[in-house]
């Protein structure tokens, strides 16, 4: 059988659970795993890992794994050789394209897949189809962070390692909840806490478990951090303790940015937000008073209407102070995904080319064309929330999509479903039958990250590879395998015998990536971009000047973009995260025994304010309507959680559960990321316990 016990084997792999980045050996007898085994060697973790890594594996051998091709025989999904499978894809993608023209076929890359496969798909959608509709779901939850860097300092990255933050004087954690969603990165927060004494703010709307660690814990409003945040730099900039120096030199737009925080006092600001005036001149003493600051940041901010400009607002607020540029300080957008960061860096992003190469500058077309031997196209691509709107109004009619599954991920899931089912030729490549799998025509079983090798890019940039710890199951094959054989199944000769040919070329067509070679990241080394011809790499960015034209960083005029609010018939804010045991929507951790026993089903907080005023209690049955869609759910009676928010852990896919049910169609402004945090709801007591 394939368990069937053979050579006792370590492999080093890198944890595919979440944006940290753990490294650790995987200790194997045929597919069993023996045990998962941290060394010191791991440059971000060292000896620790937290329960996914350590537990979370029993997905991979999994009954429910998919393990040979799939064709759609009317409601049926019927087995197929990978031969019929290919030629179908082949011939369907072809005639829609002679048919519609090559805008009409969407790509969607996934940041759980390597940088090598990233690379594969956006140059299948580029070179082969001839569209930029490629997108992954970065657009869902950090594309807010990386627009706010990139317009700031320049580059969509933590500003340094998770070293460097373990030795600021201060850490600031806005909107985002480590200890569950990036647990290694909380444990290096405790330790500098208890080493030297580094202190803590944590601004979020629910006490998670950071907060109860934090010096200062502030809950503002939902929707207004960049209110606070830009009146805390108007109280440092009044006082004078701006950091003048850095600013003349390093630093664009002072006088104009100083303007636009006219309208935000301390009085104004406590209204918007309702923090007091004594928790902001609390914080922006610290900042005075610490060596050096680092702001993190996640979903809390970036899901929001304003997600983009308060992230801009956490950048300034940092150029202002002198907080760039040296170990222990800096921007650090907390990425979800094991390889959201590479997935971005490698390319699947609509008007970004692998390293950040915009596709509208002629001369990277150019560059990228020449290589690959075809011309590159020149109309703008789509996003994913753009693709679903074009699957609705009937101009996008086919699409690719490789682990995601959309339905239940996107917002507003019943809308993103029924556009789904409007397509007229739609593959899935996955490891399980997803609920978006379900309206596949062609479903491709693909391997996680135990069953190939490649690399995947942490949350601090770091480059590290993972080996091939076993086969893969069945008949399913790498993901990079399937994309060259989609590839060559429309017309292209791609020849690739291994991710690191794939990486050779991404080094060779990206600078941001010149010296990355397999060689260098061999075993536990790793590379942290952007990576220079010699192999030297880059733990701290900006050491000598920021990402732009002419060097210096770019402070942006507050742009505050104001929140939905509460209605009289939708009158509670739901709220919306991670939990520790389970892996965003629960897909792969819903599938391991031991995370599966531990938190079986989701449940919703409901403080002990909202508890008493509708007469809840612990198991109480309520159901929640949104104008989106509606769900059922067991409460959970807890004082994380106050007044009339709600929070509701994302790790269901379940038509009673699932929270996409409930979130809707508004948008971060600048970048399309929906804004998931910004949901609100009514409440129906169906048993009170
Ligand atoms: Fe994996 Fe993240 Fe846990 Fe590390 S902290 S073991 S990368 S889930």
Known sequence: SALRDTRTKKTKTVCTFCGVGCTFDVWTKGRKILKVQPTPEAPVNGISTCVKGKFGWDFINSEERLTTPLIRQGDEFVEATWEEALSLIGRRLGEIKQRDGADAIGFISSSKVTNEENFLMQKLARSVVGTNNVDNCSRYCQSPATDGLMRTVGL??????????????????????????????????????????????????????????????????????????????????DQGWHDRKFLEEKVNGFEEFAASLDSYDLATA?????????????????????????????????????????????????????????????????????????????????????????????????????????????????????????????????????????????????????????????????????????????????????????????????????????????????????????????????????????MVEAATLAPLFAGVSYERLEGYQSLLWPVAADGTDTPLLYTERFATADGKANLVPVNYITPLTATEEYDLLLNNGRLLEHFHEGNMTNKSSGIQQKVPTTFLEVSPELAAERGLQDGAVVRLESPYGAVRLNVLVTDRVRGNELYLPMNSVSDETAVNLLTGSHRDVRTNTPAYKQTYVKMQVLRPR
Request: hydrophobic share 40%; glycine share 8%.
């Open 156 to 237: 969509g990255g933590d500003a340094g390692s998770i070293h460097d933050l373990a030795s600021a004087g201060l850490v600031i954690i806005v909107g985002a909840n480590p200890a569950e969603a990036h647990p290694v990165f909380a444990t290096r927060i405790k330790r500098a806490q208890k080493l030297h004494g580094q202190k803590l703010i944590v601004a979020d709307l629910r006490k998670n478990e950071m907060a109860e660690r934090a010096d200062v814990f502030i809950r503002p409003k939902q929707g207004t951090d960049a209110i606070w945040l830009a009146a805390v730099a108007k109280y440092i900039i």
């Open 270 to 502: 406590s209204e918007i937000t309702g923090l007091s005036q004594e928790q902001m001149i609390e914080i922006a003493t610290m900042i005075r008073d610490a060596d050096g600051t680092c702001i993190a940041w996640a979903m809390g901010i970036t899901q929001n209407c304003g997600g983009s400009e308060t992230s801009a607002v956490i950048s300034d607020l940092l150029l202002v102070t002198g907080n760039y540029a040296r170990p222990g300080a800096g921007a650090y957008p907390l990425r979800g995904h094991n390889n959201v960061q590479g997935a971005c860096d490698f390319g699947t992003l609509p008007v970004w080319m692998p390293g950040y190469q915009l596709w509208s500058d002629e001369a990277v077309r150019e560059k990228f064309a020449t290589n690959w031997g075809t011309p590159l196209p020149s109309t703008r691509g789509k996003d994913n929330i753009q693709m679903v709107e074009a699957m609705h109004d009937g101009t996008l009619k086919a699409m690719y999509l490789m682990g995601e599954d959309m339905a239940w991920v996107d917002a507003n899931s019943n809308h993103v479903q029924a556009a789904l089912e409007n397509l007229e030729f739609f593959v899935v490549q996955d490891i399980f039958l997803t609920r978006t799998a379900q309206y596949a025509d062609v479903i491709l079983p693909a391997c996680p990250s135990l069953e190939k090798e490649g690399t995947f890019t942490n949350t601090e940039r770091r480059i590290q590879r993972l080996y091939q710890v076993m086969k893969p199951l069945g008949n399913s094959r790498p993901d990079w395998q399937i994309i060259q054989s989609v590839a060559n199944s429309l017309g292209a000769n791609w020849n690739y015998e291994s991710p690191g040919d794939v």
